[in-house]
């Protein structure tokens, strides 16, 4: 008996010490979760929800070592950080993707009026892309194509560069690398011209999507110099750059111990659809040279300004850079030829260092060697772009923007009035019933909810809330006109009754620019649309 309780205490004993052990390791689990609650409280004070509140000039990153409270334990902190990491429209953009519209398949579905793609230059597109001279292969083509791409596509490259950018010296192909679109191209660039916490200064609002681009492989942060609409005696157009934004930015940053690398900068302007003069492209050149900052053009729209009245100017253009060897300039087809599916996007520099050590990356954002060959084939075929494709498609940008502009006009709708890209820049602020973010991304929503895809200004990193782009460009309904089909009753409907866009006389506008002689007012489907035209 005396055995068997010595063995019993001594179990008890053991049991009070396993206890006490489990006690104290929830409470170190408990203490690591309320550090982790308090640093995401602290970094939710720091996001910004309004213009009142948006007066910081910082990216909203995270730490890739941040731990997730729900994060998988298949995955690094990293690789959480990298999996919770969402865009302010990404999941507005998966239902579209989930629901898109098509006349056929899903009249109901959503409409895309807020991913810039060009879809009007199809039937041109599609012609040409599958004529003989496009089909070819030889083994090259099959094989690795060297750590820049296939020299035949550089020297085109070049040779197209010299071209259209109006080049005053032919651009040597050796300073040419490819890589499977312009996004590619700003991640490499990011990684091999800055350290992780380091940053690229971005003027707002831009293309959204370069946030991630620059974060995900090379832990980058981007550093704002927030544009708004107000005229003054200094800003004589509404978001327009100035050096002194940048140069505030700048000192900002410096004074937050943040090092700054490079300048971004979008020309033609995405969304807001500016053209910078050579005046002020000379401007932001000498800054960043003053500060020894890399520039980086994005030249993505520069074939899509489609009005007379509008010239662009491409940096290779100059006579002379204020830094070459901090000067990179970036081209794709994916906007100027509406051709987003095919990846294929170059880098333009004369640093030889920078172009080695973007080339590295290459093996992880390749081309295949015959979609080079096919980029290299509708790149030289410059009658075909200049006779064909780039009079066609500048007509038909314009025919659409006009009819836009007009029903904008009608219906009393500030915007931007610009004559590049695919989009139009609209001002929705009187729509919001307080003006702050949340009211934007409500709106935003209500669209979506009538089917209506449209990229809201806080996706863009306005500083203002209630910007909205609408890209005109997208020829989603495709129409069959007179005996070729018929137009829904519901999808018409849909457009009298879904918001902003939706006035059925642009819609008849477009049917009378579009169509044949059948497409007359005594057409049955303008016929049926004039009957919905709403009050």
Known sequence: MEERFLHLEERRVQLEQRRLELEREHEF???????????????????????????????????????????????????????????????????????????????NGIINFGISENKLCFDLLSKRLTQSDMHHIEPPLLQYSGWRGHMFLRE?????????????????????????????????LATVLCDPGEALMIPTPFYGEISKSIYLYGNVQLVFAHLDSKITETNTRPFQLTVEKLEMALQGARSEGVRVKGLILINPQNPLGDIYSQGELLEYLEFAKRHELHIILDELYMLSVFDESATFHSVL?????????????????????GVSGIR?????????????????????????????????????????INQVYLPTNHSRLKAAHTYITDELKTLGIPFLNRNSGLYIWIDLRRYLHMDTFEEELLLCRRFLDNKVLLSCGKGFQCFEPGWFRLVFTDKIHRLRLGKHGQLSPAFISKLVHCGVHSSTRYWINYLELEGTSETTSSNPLIVQMRKLRPT
């Open 156 to 188: 085109e490259m070049a040779r197209f560069l010299t071209y259209y950018c109006k080049a005053p010296t032919p651009l040597k192909p050796e300073n040419v690398t490819l890589f499977n679109g312009c996004i590619s191209v700003f991640s490499g």
């Open 344 to 384: 294929f996007g170059a880098l333009y520099t004369e640093n030889r260092d920078v172009s080695s050590a973007v080339a590295k990356l290459y093996f992880f954002h390749g081309i295949s060697g015959i979609t080079q060959y096919q980029m290299a084939q509708l790149l030289r075929d410059r009658d075909w």
């Open 29 to 107: 689990r408990m203490f690591g979760v309320f550090a982790q609650m308090l640093s995401i409280l602290k970094e939710g004070t720091r996001m910004p929800q309004g213009p009142e509140q948006m007066s910081g000039v910082f990216s909203e990153l995270s730490d890739p070592g941040t731990k997730h409270l729900q994060g998988s334990a298949y995955l690094s902190n990293r690789g959480n950080d990298i999996k919770f990491k969402r865009g302010v429209t990404e999941e507005y953009i998966e239902a579209y993707f989930a629901d898109k519209y098509d006349e056929d398949e899903n009249p």
């Open 317 to 337: 253009s100059m006579d002379r850079l204020p830094d070459p060897q901090r000067t990179h300039v970036m081209w794709g087809t994916s906007k100027d030829f």
